[in-house]
T-cell receptor, first 118, second 112 residues
């Protein structure tokens, strides 16, 4: 079974631009979540989608948005890029959302997109 | 929200040594995972272990859910074990829905 794929793997943008990152989950997985990793803040949750609906959102400004398509693929968009948005963006896929009681909810991560904002 | 603390923050070993990494969490969990982050940034799944004990080769893990901690054991360490190890937990309800909360990680360095 193919793993989680993310495109592009590397991206360089300038301040003020916008960017769209893509994540294709493992076949059959309906939950996709996104995380931002920076040296100072560690791994932080951005949002989670299940069956095309955003179910939870982390503490990030409205410049960060996402969506999920009917085939469970997900995209996240960052508008008006700032220097501080430089980070590794990771997506995770699973059968069901993380943390559900009594249900197998192991998360599998993609290789990440490394975004550099100049 | 739930808090996750990992210890030690840094660990330096000689090849062949054993080590124990600890993860403390502040609330009951329905998901606990251990990951190894490779040099390219990908999180590699080691264990999905919200409770109990599991073993995979030289690695094993134990989660004592009632006491809110998990341990990752690495035996006969190899240089390829070097990297960052993360513990992450998931719990139900409210702002925790659908997300893993990560610890700050343990940086393991194994010298030949």
């Amino acid at each position: 079974k193919a793993g989680v794929t993310q495109t592009p793997r590397y991206l360089i943008k300038t301040r003020g631009q916008q960017v769209t990152l893509s994540c294709s989950p493992i076949s059959g997985h309906r939950s996709v979540s996104w995380y931002q990793q920076t040296p100072g803040q560690g791994l932080q949750f951005l949002f989670e989608y299940f069956s095309e609906t955003q179910r939870n959102k982390g503490n990030f400004p409205g410049r960060f948005s996402g969506r999920q398509f009917s085939n469970s693929r997900s995209e996240m968009n960052v508008s008006t890029l700032e220097l501080g948005d430089s980070a590794l963006y990771l997506c995770a896929s699973s059968l069901v959302p993380a943390g559900l009681a009594g249900v197998y909810n192991e998360q599998f991560f993609g290789p990440g997109t490394r975004l550099t904002v100049l | 929200g739930i808090q996750v603390e990992q210890s030690p923050p840094d660990l330096i070993l000689q090849e062949g040594a054993n080590s124990t990494l600890r993860c403390n969490f502040s609330d009951s969990v329905n998901n606990l995972q251990w990951f190894h982050q490779n040099p390219w940034g990908q999180l590699i799944n080691l264990f999905y272990i919200p409770s109990g004990t599991k073993q995979n080769g030289r690695l094993s893990a134990t989660t004592v859910a009632t006491e809110r901690y998990s341990l990752l054991y690495i035996s006969s360490s190899q240089t390829t074990d070097s990297g960052v190890y993360f513990c992450a937990v998931g719990t139900a309800g409210g702002t925790s829905y659908g997300k893993l909360t990560f610890g700050q990680g343990t940086i393991l360095t194994v010298h030949p």
